[in-house]
């Protein structure tokens, strides 16, 4: 539902104001304390809706922020700003407006990624609604990145989930890994008006990874990522080589097919796992030039960064 934060704030509001008013005129400093806890309700969970926009803010930082994200993050900010709006916290108002406005303007321009001079304008935009809502807005450290990363590679590789699919999904409060995992599909498909087999893909996927971070090493240290990395990597390029395998190979053409498909997912696994230890090791911008890559030249740029990772330390043993 896309008015679900309205709706969660708006209960909590009726329902503390008029346990005020049958408290009697004699009881406003009880009023003044719901109004704050309604204030600070409001702060709480505008503050998981906005995940997708942080994320966005740190890609426009890094000059990688694309019009894809533009679509994803508008429809929440302006989800944001209406709650805002019905509270009368018409400055908070006015500074997301603002930065919508930028956001706009860069939706509509033929640059993509985002040109310099949009790119600076919604920055100091945003730090202005940092001012503003520094409990919402603000910036998370890597651990807040890792998990939007995570959420982002995990969905893209589900059939059918598009922009407009994270839209609904973030508008309706499912912008991190814990309200994912706490989800159930049915829930999901009532309040995000995705179908029910979506919902269904998407539960499977999260619980997917649950299943793979359960079986990661305990002490996820620097060199125990490097080591998986390496062995994952192998296991990647053993996958991609079955497959080019089964495509030359003769024989029943369905049997092959089936071959193929649990290749393929084998090696879909083996990415994931991949991109989880990139993100546990801080390697966004990595990550980001992996997915712009096939399967053989991403095997390859792996190969190459572990190569350099094993110098580097090799040299730091001397």
Do not use: W
Request: with cysteine; aromatic share 4%.
């Amino acid at each position: 539902m896309d008015d679900a934060l309205l709706d969660e704030v708006a209960e909590f509001l009726d329902q503390s104001f008029e346990n005020a008013a049958c408290q009697g005129t004699g009881h406003a400093v009880r009023r003044q304390d719901d109004e704050a806890a309604v204030q600070d309700l409001f702060i709480q969970i505008a503050a998981s809706y906005a995940s997708p926009i942080r994320r966005f803010t740190s890609e426009l930082k890094e000059g990688t922020a694309t019009k894809e994200g533009i679509a994803i993050c508008r429809p929440v900010l302006q989800c944001i700003m209406d709650a805002a709006r019905k509270m009368n916290r018409d400055n908070d108002v006015r500074c997301m407006a603002a930065f919508d406005a930028i956001l706009a303007d860069a939706e509509k321009s033929l640059q993509d990624p985002i040109g310099q001079q949009l790119r600076q304008q919604a920055l100091r935009a945003y730090a202005e609604l940092i001012h503003v809502l520094p409990e919402v807005f603000n910036i998370s450290p890597e651990g807040g990145r890792r998990e939007d990363v995570i959420i982002r590679e995990l969905l893209k590789q589900i059939p059918g989930v598009g922009s407009a699919t994270l839209v609904k999904l973030y508008r309706s409060g499912l912008g991190s890994l814990n309200s994912l995992l706490m989800s159930k599909p049915d829930e999901v498909a009532v309040t995000t008006s995705i179908s029910l087999r979506l919902c269904e893909r998407i539960f499977e996927k999260v619980q997917q990874y649950r299943t793979i971070v359960e079986s990661l090493p305990g002490d996820l240290g620097a060199d125990a990522c490097r080591s998986c990395l390496e062995n994952l990597t192998r296991e990647l390029r053993h996958q991609e080589e079955e497959i080019e395998r089964t495509l030359a190979r003769a024989g029943s053409k369905s049997a092959l097919e089936a071959e193929r498909q649990q290749r393929r997912q084998l090696r879909q696994r083996c990415n994931l796992q991949i991109m989880l230890i990139m993100a546990e090791l801080g390697e966004f911008d990595l990550i980001h030039e992996l997915q712009q890559l096939s399967f053989k030249r991403r095997i390859r740029k792996l190969e190459k960064y572990l190569q350099s990772k094993s110098g580097a330390q090799d040299c730091g043993t001397l």
